[in-house]
């Protein structure tokens, strides 16, 4: 039986670094948003968009908008904001931020593929474990969310340590992504020039 698979964009900060909506800015004629759903599509994946009070992107009709609920609290709150809309038939969630327009899909595949036999999976880079991208067992990362939000934690990176997590090493998962792009996130106007 093939497992569901849903993938969480986490699109609710600020872009406070970038001086504008971010999400928006134009790559290759689209706005980054929508760059970072068209690479989710060759995962078969509900796609949820976790955004922030009151915002309104453009999203394809199939992409559902979650807000999150408690507005600009960070990474782990916009989480558990999507983790509290699926559909209850979903079994792994991968979990990407809406600034990471180059996502290599054959590195998302072997992330859920490492649910098989844990509850989490990430990325490392020569600096060690990456929060994003993530992926999970939906129920556990629930629980964990709740109680480390519970605690004021605000740091999506607090999840891993929570959770019978794998952590990929850079020769494990570089094979499908030589350029190290997947890990690549857009902060700054001087970002998004460096990927172009």
Do not use: C, Y
């Amino acid at each position: 039986m093939t497992e569901r698979v849903a993938a969480i964009v986490l699109a609710g900060g600020r872009s406070s670094r970038f001086g504008r909506d971010k999400l928006a800015e134009p790559i290759d004629g689209k706005p980054m948003l929508e760059v970072v759903i068209d690479s989710l599509r060759p995962i078969p994946a509900d796609v949820i968009v976790v955004g922030a009070q009151g915002a309104a992107p453009a999203l394809p009709p199939d992409v559902k908008l979650a807000v999150d609920q408690a507005a600009f609290e960070g990474p782990l709150s916009g989480l558990a904001s999507g983790l509290a809309v699926l559909d209850p038939g979903i079994d792994q969630v991968l979990v990407v931020g809406g600034d990471m327009p180059s996502l290599v899909s054959a590195v998302l595949r072997r992330l859920l593929l490492e649910l098989a036999t844990h509850e989490a999976a990430v990325l490392a880079d020569d600096a060690g474990p990456r929060p994003l991208p993530m992926a999970v067992r939906p129920e556990p990362a629930r629980e964990a969310a709740e109680r480390l939000l519970a605690a004021g934690e605000r740091r999506l990176r607090a999840l891993i340590g929570e959770l019978d997590a794998v952590v990929l090493p850079p020769a494990t998962w570089q094979a499908d992504d030589p350029a190290v792009a997947t890990l690549r996130d857009i902060d700054t106007p001087g970002d998004l020039r460096s990927n172009a």
